[in-house]
């Protein structure tokens, strides 16, 4: 480990935060090191964690205490941090406040961070230091008074609310108190430039308990029960916090630029919806009886203009944005001296087709569940089969996104096969409910589309030299990514060609005893430099292919040792090293969600029935 790396602590090792409209970090120390405004995808005004010096940070620390315990409070995004010292214990509360809804399965920001301290026993020195760092750090916020216990900045409108006095000085306001056992002190901070207001103990408290109230609410709507029921509703509720409040947009990770390798300069800005991602997010709370986040997201994702004529761009801003300019920020250090840091992303630009199978999938599926399905999102739908039914011989980036030369990649072809399935499903089913009139021409077109597009992928994208289905047409280098191949129904879990594919899989991209890499850097020239840690997504994706391949014992081992990757707190990075250290934005959306996936697999295995089901999107897919 480098001196740089022992600087920072440990990605997994922060605590998340969220209240749908921006998302806060909580640092093993109880600092706050990320904090961006408005909304998720703001400026950072804390941002330690990319740059220990000039990143920012709102620090809470009880002298002589060490590093605190920490845990949720039950069911939500509420951290509890006991620091024991000598002298005393103090326990500190830390929430973006939420609230319940008309609709108590829905959930509102209250858009104020808050942090409540409370000596439990004995006597305690707390020390408290808000530096916040505007604009990823190229600023120094400058604070003016407002009244007794308020101060606001100009540049981001923020203002902080303390029932300590706080003092001014370099920037930064600081406070000092010793508290015995019983008292209680509270900071608040708003961050979206909304008017100040006071909030003391009392209100603070009335916070904390509507926020665990509002997420406990949320969580009673999922009535699983199954196997590993702790992880899978921490997962959901991971999920549920990367879901943009004001447009349902769905965010891969609320964090740029941590890296995939340590030095390495694989460091993106992951603060957008991926349509692939969100689509599998929206199936994954589906199976847990969440339909609320499905209809917002397809409001948001027909909203797009480009969407509606028929064509899928990769990804979206949260507001709906269709553009983002990648550039990098000199300034910030990184996080453990991995630069370059970035804001942006270039993706936007590319061609990926494996982006429609993902949504029609998702579409089906939540007709399945709901019934509801409006002509005029019928018709969008219709477009985006139609887009892939002339343009799925084309060559894509694929779905990792990789800087070259478009290729024929195999998956892109799997969920174009599964795009024109969907679309001849819903056609029919909607038919046979008198909802829609179906143009037999057109579904007949489709119907040959499928069956071509399946006989190419399997004519063209399994490798009888290597036994596996492979990355391009007419290669031999694998991937991870056609783990989905069961999992979509393209073919049985059990067909040899699968069979064979897993084993090659783990043979060639296996890392230690469960995780796997998504390719070979030796056999693959992805257009990047550096190496990269093994994919979370696809160690949890190979799970649910096992419980398909009547492989359950092993796809339990292989589930156990994978949660040794999450952090203390139970979230998951992108990606991790065998060693046990987590790399990538954090938390990240897919890793959590092929998570849920393969939880509700190894729990039905054995039930053939409910395994055809998932697979084949047929009826049964909900836990509800």
Not at 373 to 396: C, F, K, N, Y
Request: include cysteine; aromatic fraction near 10%.
């Amino acid at each position: 480990m480098s001196a740089g790396e022992r600087a920072y602590p440990p990605i997994a090792s922060s605590a998340f935060l969220s209240d749908m409209h921006t998302a806060a970090l909580l640092g093993p120390d109880g600092a706050v090191e990320w904090l961006c405004v408005p909304r998720f995808d703001g400026g950072s005004v804390f941002a330690r964690l990319l740059d220990r010096e000039r990143g920012g940070a709102f620090f809470l620390d009880i002298e002589d205490a060490g590093r605190p315990e920490r845990r949720y409070l039950g069911d939500t995004l509420a951290v509890e941090s006991r620091f024991e010292a000598p002298t005393g214990t103090a326990v500190v509360d830390d929430f973006l406040a939420v609230r319940s809804a008309d609709d108590d399965n829905e959930l509102t920001a209250v858009h104020v961070l808050v942090r409540r301290v409370r000596c439990e026993s004995g006597s305690v020195t707390l020390r408290a230091q808000v530096d916040a760092r505007p604009d990823y750090g190229r600023k120094r916020a400058r604070w003016e008074r407002k009244g007794a216990d308020l101060w606001e900045t100009a540049d981001p409108r923020m203002w902080l609310s303390s029932t300590l006095a706080l003092e001014s000085g370099d920037h930064a306001l600081s406070a000092a108190a010793e508290l015995s056992a019983g008292d209680v002190v509270a900071f608040a901070v708003g961050y979206t430039g909304e008017s100040a207001r006071p909030v003391d103990v009392s209100a603070a408290e009335d916070l904390l308990e509507g926020t665990k109230e509002a997420w406990r609410r949320w969580v009673g709507h999922c009535h699983y029960d199954g196997f590993a029921r702790e992880q899978v509703i921490g997962s959901a509720l991971v999920l549920r916090g990367l879901a943009f409040d004001e447009t349902g947009a769905l965010l891969a990770a609320p964090t740029t630029s941590l890296p995939e390798w340590i030095g390495g300069g694989r460091n993106w800005d992951y603060r957008f919806t991926w349509h692939r991602d969100a689509s599998l997010l929206v199936l994954a709370l589906f199976r847990l009886g969440h339909a609320e986040l499905g209809r917002r997201y397809a409001r948001f994702l027909f909203s797009l203009e480009p969407v509606r004529q028929g064509t899928l761009t990769p990804m979206a801003g949260i507001g709906g944005e269709l553009a983002s300019d990648e550039r990098v920020l000199d300034h910030l250090d990184g996080y453990a001296s991995s630069r370059p840091v970035r804001v942006g992303n270039e993706a936007f630009d590319q061609v990926q087709f494996e982006s429609y199978g993902h949504v029609l999938d998702a579409a089906y599926v939540y007709y399945q569940l709901t019934g509801e399905m409006a002509g005029e999102s019928w018709a969008v739908l219709r477009r985006l089969v139609a887009t892939i039914g002339q343009h799925w011989r084309e060559p894509d980036h694929g779905i990792w996104e990789m800087r070259g030369e478009k290729r024929q990649n195999t998956y892109s072809k799997v969920m174009a096969w599964v795009c024109v399935d969907r679309g001849i499903r819903l056609a029919e089913r909607l038919s046979e409910a008198g909802t829609a009139e179906s143009d037999e021409g057109e579904v007949d077109g489709w119907r040959k589309t499928r069956d071509e597009i399946k006989c190419e992928v399997l004519d063209r994208g399994y490798s009888e030299e290597r036994g596996a289905f492979v990355q391009v047409y007419d290669g031999t280098a694998l991937d991870a990514a056609l783990l989905h191949i069961p999992l979509f129904g393209f073919l049985p879990g059990d067909d040899p060609r699968v069979v064979s594919t897993i084993d090659r899989i783990i043979e060639g991209l296996g890392d230690g005893d469960a995780l796997i890499h998504r390719y070979d850097l030796d056999e693959v020239d992805d257009g990047l430099d550096g190496p990269e840690g093994a994919f979370l997504l696809c160690s949890f994706d190979l799970v649910s292919a096992l419980v398909l391949a009547g492989r359950a014992e092993e796809a339990e081992r292989r589930f156990d040792r994978l949660m040794a990757y999450a952090g203390p707190l139970g979230l998951f990075a992108e990606e991790a090293r065998s060693t046990g250290a987590a790399l990538g934005n954090y938390p990240q959306a897919f890793a959590h969600l092929a998570l849920i996936q393969a939880a509700l697999n190894l729990d039905a295995a054995g039930d053939e029935d409910a395994l055809h089901a998932f697979a084949t999107r047929t009826k049964g897919t909900s836990w509800r």
